[in-house]
């Protein structure tokens, strides 16, 4: 049993090279730190297949299904039939990772605006959440966004990036907060600025794994476990305890990805 409070590391990529034959000691290590699951993520059909199948064979794992924009492509109709026989696996518990990606801008934004909208769609049709992925595209995001807004499950703002002006926009949206480790870093002034002023039952807490360990582990490859390290830094900015924070996290990720609390020794 952990000493610690229960966490829901809501964003990692166990299909990762990183964690190749790791898995079990990963997963064990995240249990000794507190967190109980693991939402594993797709970002191409591959990718998709394998975090599915991570999630059927660990019972702390579930997984989503998506197409990252870095990979952005015009969806065929096989494609998209593929996707949602991925996503419509009872552990695959979202659309994602999905978005508009303008900062390393790997595929024209023209076929990303695409590929993004035509996800969307599917996680409408099949009733499940999305998980963002949005670097410096926030006009689009929200003009492609709020067409689907209404319709769409409660969805994930990925590693959110954005400052408190535009998370009050992704807050009336309707969407949750997912906060990195990068809360943790010296000058992350705004990201900590929306740690402390978002509402607290709209925030998640993720480590993105591989990337953007948190303090102290800066620079070293990231893993479940450190989720704990992010969700200290939100209690502080928050100035409430650790206790409070987790509790509510987990909650938030039980409500938008529809994961079962695991079942007691």
């Known amino acids: 049993m952990s000493l610690f409070p229960e966490l829901i590391d809501t964003h990692a990529h166990l ?10 000691a990963v997963i064990e290590r995240a249990l000794q730190a507190g967190v109980s699951q693991i939402v594993t993520i797709g970002i191409d059909i ?3 297949r394998k975090a599915a199948r991570i ?20 969806l065929t109709v096989e494609a998209l039939r593929e996707l ?19 900062y390393r801008d790997t595929q024209p934004r023209p076929i990303q605006m695409e590929c993004f909208t035509r996800q969307m769609e ?22 492609l966004a709020s067409q689907f807004a ?10 959110f990036s ?24 010296p000058k992350a002034e705004s990201l900590q600025e929306v740690a402390k002023r978002a509402p607290l039952d709209r925030l998640l807490v993720e480590t993105d794994s591989p990337y953007l360990a948190p303090v102290p582990y800066r620079g070293k490859t990231n893993e479940p476990a450190f989720v704990l390290h992010t969700a200290r830094k939100v209690a502080e900015c928050r100035k409430e305890s650790l206790e409070k924070v987790a509790a509510q996290t987990t909650q938030n990720a039980r409500t938008v990805f529809g994961i079962k609390a695991p079942m007691k020794e």
């Open 150 to 159: 209404p319709s769409l499950a409660p969805s994930v703002m990925h590693c």
């Open 122 to 143: 599917l996680a409408v049709k099949i009733a499940k959440p999305v998980v963002f992925h949005i670097r410096n595209a926030w006009e689009d995001f929200f003009r």
């Open 15 to 24: 299909d990762f090279p990183e964690y190749a034959d790791q898995i079990p």
């Open 84 to 102: 949602e026989n991925i996503a419509s696996a009872a552990k695959v518990v979202a659309l994602g990772e999905i978005g508009l990606d303008y």
């Open 55 to 74: 999630a059927e064979i660990n019972a702390t794992i579930h997984a989503t299904a998506g197409i990252h924009p870095h990979g952005a492509f015009s």
């Open 46 to 48: 591959e990718t998709s």
């Open 162 to 185: 954005g400052d408190w002006a535009t998370a009050r926009r992704c807050l009336d949206m309707g969407f949750y907060l997912s906060i990195p480790g990068v809360v943790t870093f």
